[in-house]
C-alpha cells in the first residue's frame, strides 16, 4: 500500500461542475501539499497546509489531520483547470515529500 | 528572482553516454531536490541537500546516478552511462522552510 493515496485516479467533469479530489496519508507529516502539473508542464506548488483549510480563489483545500485525510475542491471548474493535480506528504522531521499518484483531471466545455 | 532554473530543457544522447543535467536553485534556499517523473511510476525523490550537503540518497537508483552540490547556487545530477531505461522528465526543486519550488524539468530520451 502507498503512503500517499488519491482518488480518483482520473476525473472527467463538464465546466462549471464542483470539483473534489481526496487524498489519503499513512505516514507522520509536518505539512500536506497539493501541486498542479498541466500536460507537458512544470509543476506548480498550489497549497501546503497542515491544519484547517486554505482558499485560493476557486481553490480550497482542507485537510483532517486526525482521520490523515486531504481534500482539494475547485467550484465554478472551467477547461484552464484540466491537469494532473497531485497530493504530496511532507514527512515529519525529513523535509522530503512522498508524492501520491496523481489524479488527471479535465473538464469539458 | 528568475525561480529554480535547469538546463537542458531537452536531452536526447544515445545509450552509453554520459548526461549531465544542472540546476540552480533560487538564491537563499538552503535545500535542494532531484526528483524524476515517469509515466509508471510517478515522482520520485531521487536525493536531497541541505546547505549543499547530501542528506538522503535513497532514491538514485543504482551507481549510475550521482548527484553534486558544490555550492549554494548550482547542483548537477550525472548519470553515466546513461540506458534507455532512465529516459524521463527530471526536475530540480529548491525550498526554504516552506514551499517548494520546481524547475520546468529537463526531458531526458535515451535512444
Known amino acids: 500500500k502507498n503512503e500517499v493515496e488519491q482518488s480518483p485516479q482520473n476525473l472527467t467533469a463538464q465546466e462549471g461542475e464542483f470539483i473534489t479530489i481526496n487524498c489519503s496519508y499513512s505516514?507522520?507529516?509536518?505539512?500536506l501539499h497539493w501541486l498542479q502539473q498541466h500536460p507537458g508542464g512544470g509543476i506548480v506548488s498550489l497549497f501546503m497546509?497542515?491544519?484547517g483549510k486554505k482558499k485560493h480563489g476557486r481553490l480550497i483545500a482542507t485537510i483532517n489531520i486526525q482521520e490523515k485525510h486531504s481534500s482539494l475542491h475547485i467550484t465554478a471548474s472551467h477547461p484552464r483547470d484540466s491537469a494532473v493535480y497531485i497530493c504530496a506528504a511532507d514527512l515529519q522531521g525529513a523535509q522530503k515529500l512522498v508524492f501520491g499518484q496523481g489524479t488527471r483531471l479535465t473538464i469539458n466545455p | 528572482d528568475a525561480g529554480v532554473i535547469q538546463s537542458p530543457r531537452h536531452e536526447v544522447t544515445e545509450m552509453g553516454q554520459e548526461v549531465t543535467l544542472r540546476c540552480k536553485p533560487i538564491s537563499g534556499h538552503d535545500y535542494l531536490f532531484w526528483y524524476r517523473q515517469t509515466m509508471m511510476r510517478g515522482l520520485e525523490l531521487l536525493i536531497y541537500?541541505?546547505?549543499?550537503?547530501?542528506?538522503?540518497d535513497s532514491g538514485m537508483p543504482e551507481d549510475r546516478f550521482s548527484a553534486k552540490m558544490p555550492n549554494a547556487s548550482f547542483s548537477t545530477l550525472k548519470i553515466q552511462p546513461s540506458e534507455p531505461r532512465d529516459s524521463a522528465v527530471y526536475f530540480c526543486?529548491?525550498?526554504?522552510?516552506?514551499?517548494?519550488?520546481f524547475g520546468p524539468g529537463t526531458r531526458l530520451t535515451v535512444t
Open positions: 541537500f541541505n546547505n549543499n550537503v547530501p542528506i538522503d
Open positions: 526543486a529548491s525550498r526554504d522552510r516552506a514551499e517548494q519550488y
Open positions: 505516514v507522520g507529516i509536518s505539512a
Open positions: 497546509l497542515s491544519s
